[in-house]
């Protein structure tokens, strides 16, 4: 279980830094990119 949060923050984290690349992530952890690159 914790290893799962692990991987969720990681990746949550990761979305955060390279939004500009990714985009968001909606409440529910799906990816969505408002725009594009």
């Known amino acids: 279980i914790y290893v799962y949060l692990w991987i969720v923050v990681l990746s949550y984290y990761n ?9 968001r ?4 952890g799906r990816p ?5 690159p």
């Open 25 to 28: 992530i909606d409440p529910y």
């Open 32 to 36: 969505y990119t408002y725009r594009r």
């Open 15 to 23: 979305d955060l830094k390279n939004e500009k690349y990714v985009g």
